[in-house]
């Protein structure tokens, strides 16, 4: 049947028609509150100076200098699990940005059947079957074989971006991941120098502990020897006892302490529990580095959790675009190519078993886009949320950082100090001991010395572990370390 010139104008019309509200109600798309990154910082850290300086630049081999620190560091980011699993993430994000560069090339298979068909002979196709001679003389085979052969492809046309800015998302979650391991790694790194700097310390408070109790039970017998002479009660001498039993058990506590930094280590390191080689000696003797904390600015380019926030907001930005685009209508090709016939002999004969076929298809949703509008709601309420997350690991870093370069000033004076008061302490145990021993001074006096002495040591080394600690964590805030 032909169509008349008349009816082809009308179903072109209606086409054309259908076409345009097809692009009308599919660009049509809903309003969204946006928000732009605030990404000012200050010029400088409070009582800082703007030397561009910056100790993040520095590898941990050049900012960690003692040896056996070095090994721990090298060995854990060898074998620390966490941080290989991390790894593994990251190949998994490289796998997603070839699945997402795959979605906008065409697809292209090939297939192949065979089967055998059998329709009754008082049926429309039956008894056309049964009329139709494939040659003069040569019925149509009953049962039907058939054979076929061929190539197929399907193409959807990337009009509006939306399979290439997946595939950017993509790129950008895989760049995330990235510094979400150099983030780990920085956080390693500064989890084991301050468990070693920890360490140190440990012991050299067992090392105090163990003086103190030979102090103490040099006093005892002494305290002793003033009952026999009946110069001091038998209350001295169980005070001065009590207060050795006291310090042994302290001990004790120390050497679980050290048993579990100890493990903690090996853990980061990835190893099972061994003891830690180190030097507690070079611990009193260890001055902070001097710290250059350069200028805020660089902090978004340093630190891998700033970074790592940029790229997850790149990424959301882009899957906004991603939703906009489902709005839109969309393109589509489909193509096949190949051979087909009942007998295989005739499978490859051309043209009579040719066969090919080329479609393209138009489509845009018109009713029910509720979905769609879900999706595109939570796409950009997920962009907000990393715009406000940018920003807050933004301030984050500044304050870290003002902390630290805060903390190691007056971690200074406060050593200085505890020095001072150490060495005035240890001082009065000498004398309240021979004021003692000539009775002008009492058996409290000696024991309150010499655990103000006991505990003023501790407090220095824990004044100095946090010295060391900070310049740790001065150099993790700066984001040092990753590179």
């Not at 028609?17 to 990404?39: D, H, M, W, Y």
């Not at 991941?177 to 150099?182: A, C, F, L, P, S």
């Amino acid at each position: 049947m032909k169509l008349s010139n008349m009816s082809k104008i009308r179903m072109y019309k209606y086409a054309g028609v259908a076409l345009i509200v097809l692009s009308f109600t599919g660009c049509k798309t809903p309003a969204l509150v946006q928000r732009t990154e605030n990404t000012t910082v200050l010029a400088n850290y409070e009582n800082a100076s703007q030397d561009t300086v910056n100790v993040a630049t520095l590898t941990w081999k050049e900012y960690f200098t003692d040896p056996y620190l070095d090994t721990l560091i090298e060995t854990a980011l060898k074998n620390n699990q966490e941080l290989n699993i991390t790894l593994q993430e990251i190949e998994i994000a490289k796998n997603e940005i070839r699945a997402r560069k795959g979605e906008y090339l065409p697809f292209v298979g090939l297939k192949g059947g065979a089967g055998v068909e059998k329709v009754g002979r008082y049926t429309s196709q039956g008894a056309n079957d049964a009329n139709t001679e494939i040659k003069p003389g040569k019925e149509f085979p009953d049962p039907l074989p058939d054979f076929m052969v061929g190539a197929y492809a399907s193409w959807e046309i990337d009009i509006w971006g939306k399979l290439h800015n997946a595939k950017k998302a993509a790129i950008s979650r895989y760049l995330s991941t990235v510094e979400g391991k150099n983030f780990m790694v920085t956080n390693l790194i500064a989890e084991i120098a301050n468990s070693y700097y920890e360490l140190l310390a440990l012991d050299n408070q067992l090392e105090i502990v163990n003086q103190n109790i030979e102090i103490q039970s040099n006093a005892l017998e002494i305290v002793k020897l003033q009952k026999q002479a009946a110069r001091t009660t038998e209350l001295a001498v169980r005070k001065f006892e009590a207060e050795v039993l006291k310090t042994r058990s302290l001990q004790y506590d120390i050497q679980q302490s050290i048993v579990e930094t100890e493990n903690r280590i090996n853990y980061l390191a990835g190893r099972f529990p061994q003891h830690v080689e180190r030097d507690h000696t070079t611990f009193g003797s260890i001055l902070p580095t001097t710290v250059k904390a350069g200028i805020p600015s660089q902090l978004l380019a340093n630190r891998p959790d700033i970074k790592q926030a940029e790229f997850e907001l790149a990424a959301s930005k882009l899957d906004v675009k991603v939703a906009k685009a489902k709005f839109y209508p969309s393109l589509g090709i489909t193509a096949g190519i190949g051979y087909q016939a009942f007998n295989p002999s005739y499978l490859i004969k051309t043209p009579q078993s040719l066969l090919y076929s080329l479609a393209g298809d138009l489509t845009a949703p018109l009713i029910n886009r509720n979905a769609i509008k879900a999706e595109y709601y939570s796409a950009n309420s997920r962009q907000l949320q990393a715009v406000y997350d940018y920003e807050r690991t933004i301030l984050n870093g500044y304050i870290e950082v003002a902390n630290q370069l805060s903390k190691i000033k007056n971690l200074e004076k406060s050593y200085d100090l505890r020095s001072q008061q150490v060495d005035a302490l240890t001082e009065s145990i000498n004398i309240s001991n021979d004021l003692f021993k000539s009775a002008r001074a009492d058996y409290m006096e000696v024991l309150l010395t010499q655990r103000d002495a006991l505990e003023s040591r501790f407090e220095l080394i824990e004044t100095r572990k946090q010295q060391l600690n900070a310049v740790v964590n001065i150099y993790k805030a700066l984001g040092g370390g990753w590179n």
